[in-house]
């Protein structure tokens, strides 16, 4: 009898799970839009930190700020600064676009042969995005704009016609701990990069697991800290994807000064960090085959030097020793013509070990196995 009736009883259990599941996904995101299309009017009406740069800008980005609308300006909520650069001439999808701050600093950045394209699911914010197009594009002094905005849920890319292998680089900023469904959003990260593409983002990540009351507090949400990822949880989902060893490039502590939302948030701590990944064939750890690397200094912004992480750095013309998946970051994307890899994988030494050597003469061509 039992076994008649198990299965049955596993299909409801199924549904009803499934059925809970798709309330409290919508449920967040009605709560999310209801946030940024109502309840903010401007940035100045936000309760935390966690939405708002800490640091100035670069002094060339403070240079492209200039140009930027300040109605646009003022209905941003950011947690970083996530604008790549080596970018001229990409088509790069800024995800969660809101006013489209990041959009028309974007199109500086690409250039007129560029494209950006910015998403989002909430009318009020892409409205003064659209509206403000035709200004941007003579302000630039472009003959036309290079980017367009799109209404639509960043789980979802296809059905705003975003096609596969067709974006090289995806950024967002403070908005994918938003999403009910965050592995949606980094499967389609990963279908609409270009082979060789780059996510660079920046969110607001937990030291823990949120309690569900907390991810469904519209204010904790709105804030962008109910829906914070756990950052052991996030490299698992990164893995899961496709998108392995992704890389830290920066994260400092939020801090929480609203005694409201002190009191709720309890012993969690919240992390503000920008991250980057590459949809490549890396290993899931990083090995030793003795290669080197040249930063040759020929990206305008950065001509003394360039970071690649929070642990990597390359000063122009000096050798740097590296791990395969490094290597490949640096070889197989758009970075390759900017950087000199020496060596290959034919003799694997074991796990790579990035801490500091001391100096020694490299023999770039063959380079010896105390390189790595």
């Known amino acids: 009898m039992n076994t008649d009736i198990q299965p049955s009883q596993d299909r ?24 940024y299309g109502s309840v903010l009017d401007t940035n100045e009406d936000l309760k935390t930190s966690a ?23 003022e209905k941003f909520y950011g947690c970083g600064s996530p604008l790549p650069v080596a970018a001229e001439g990409c088509t790069i ?10 959009v028309y600093l974007l199109s500086q950045l690409v250039g007129e042969q560029g494209e950006v ?25 472009y003959e036309s704009p290079n980017v367009r905005f799109k209404q639509g849920y960043i789980e979802d890319l296809t059905s705003i016609g975003i096609k596969d292998d067709s974006v090289d680089i995806i950024i967002s900023n403070c908005v994918i701990n938003l999403s009910a469904n965050k592995e949606a959003v980094f499967k389609e990260i990963f279908r609409v990069l270009k082979p060789g593409g780059e996510l660079f983002f920046s969110d607001v990540f937990a030291d823990r697991r949120i309690p569900e009351k907390l991810q469904l507090n519209p204010t904790l949400l709105g804030e962008c800290l109910g829906g914070a990822l756990y950052l052991g949880d996030f490299q698992r989902l990164m893995e899961r994807v496709g998108l392995s060893d992704s890389r830290i490039i920066s ?10 939302i002190k009191a709720m948030a309890g012993m969690i701590t919240f992390y503000s960090v920008t991250v980057r990944a590459f949809k490549l064939n890396l290993d899931e750890s990083r090995e030793n085959f003795a290669q080197v690397a040249r930063y040759l200094g020929t990206i305008p912004e950065c001509p003394e030097g360039f970071i690649l992480d929070a ?13 395969s998946n490094t290597a490949m970051m640096l070889s ?13 994988c034919a003799i694997h030494y074991g796990a790579f070990d990035p801490s500091p050597k001391p100096e020694t003469d490299i023999n770039l061509e063959q380079p010896s196995t105390g390189c790595c």
């Not at 999808?93 to 990041?102: I, K």
């Not at 197989?332 to 290959?344: I, P, S």
Request: with cysteine; glycine share 6%.
């Open 311 to 323: 642990d990597l750095q390359f000063a122009t013309e000096e050798p740097v020793p590296i791990c």
């Open 93 to 102: 999808l800024d995800l969660g676009c809101g006013s489209g701050r990041d």
């Open 12 to 35: 409801d259990a199924s549904a009803t799970s499934s059925s809970t599941s798709s309330t409290k996904d919508t449920n967040i995101t009605n709560n999310v839009k209801a946030y």
């Open 117 to 141: 394209i910015g998403i989002d699911m909430t009318e009020e914010q892409l409205t003064v995005a659209r509206d403000h197009i035709d200004w941007h594009t003579e302000k630039f002094g």
């Open 251 to 260: 994260q400092r502590e939020l801090s929480i000064d609203d005694p409201d």
């Open 51 to 73: 939405c708002c740069p800490s640091e100035a800008p670069p002094p060339h980005i403070q240079a492209l700020l200039n140009n930027i609308h300040p109605a646009v300006q």
């Open 332 to 344: 197989k994307t758009r970075l390759a013509k900017h950087f000199k890899v020496h060596g290959d």
